[in-house]
């Protein structure tokens, strides 16, 4: 009997938690803190990832997310957020959202109060208006500091390629370069130290899945750049006959591969959480060996993993997990490969 008992153990996942389940990206601890709270006092699935994703945006986590972070070559603080409910498949996204602080909040008003799914740059701060969004600066001395940095550096890093003149540097205006040459694995231009998105999956008691992504996006991105976070299937994925998943990383790579859409597709088809985000980040690997990325994945039963791409100065990847049985947000890590 003992032998049995001893044979099931081993066949457990080794994340296994009980229901419900908060996991976001990061070591954002207030936002996993949120998002419990909010579950605790009876509000939805979807009510406990706005919340989450809104507490980053107040706290400004790391700087890469809500305002006063990542001017844009204009040195302007643009917003990309996205929300999706894996009950009913609905999604709001915006992006290059402008002068309104609490970007899920403009995505799930998207969901809710239009039949579209995404909307952006000015537009979509009108929208935000019309709903009763305040209006406000993004920007922050902070954020004009860093900017100005920028610029006295003759704008590096940069996001150009094939221009003149040499992005390198100059800060432009660029014109087309009638040379045309690209190495067969860019690296690209990619702090992962300016860039953390925070993405976040909530299971509810009875599997429903909702997920969320909130986001300031690359620092001194070309204006209107709109990265991987508020695209369903790349940023955020949730499906509440499989599962959820969030991503966090270079979107301009992430993006073309639709990680959070393949790693969910993964669990419904059987595979484990940790299993499904590694072999969505194995996809963008063999593109981009160096590309800067990682995945948490969570599904209805409870089980949760991530993983994320080894690169100079990343070996780890933090997580925070919410569940009964710990009731209070826990950062996790995992080894990158």
Known sequence: MI??????????????AALPLVINTWHFENAAGAAWSSLQKGGSVLDAVESGCAQCELEQCDGSVGFGGSPDEWGE??????????DTMEVGAVGDLRRVKNAVGVARAVM??????????????IFAQ????????????????????????NCQTNYRKNVFPDPSKSCGPYKPNGKSWRPKHPKGNFDPSSHDTIGMIVIGEKGQVAAATSTNGARHKIPGRVGDSPVAGAGAYADSTAGGAAATGDGDIMMRF?????????????AQPTVACKT????????????????????????????????????QFPFMVVNPQTKQPQLQKVDCF
């Open 3 to 16: 032998q049995i008992v001893f044979a099931i153990i081993c066949l457990l996942p080794l994340n296994q």
């Open 77 to 86: 603080t643009t917003l990309d957020a996205m929300i999706m409910n894996g």
């Open 112 to 125: 809710e109060y239009t039949e579209h799914t995404f909307i952006v740059g000015e537009s979509a701060t």
């Open 130 to 153: 019309n709903m009763g969004f305040m209006s406000e600066d993004l920007s922050t001395n902070q954020s004009i500091a860093i900017f100005s940095k920028w610029l006295q550096q």
């Open 258 to 270: 639709l990680p959070s859409f393949l790693a969910v597709d993964l669990m419904r088809n059987g």
């Open 280 to 315: 969505a980040i194995s996809r963008i690997k063999k593109y981009y060996p160096d590309f800067f990325g990682a995945l948490i994945c969570a599904n209805t039963t409870g089980g949760y993993g991530a993983a994320c791409n080894k690169r100079p100065g990343l070996s």
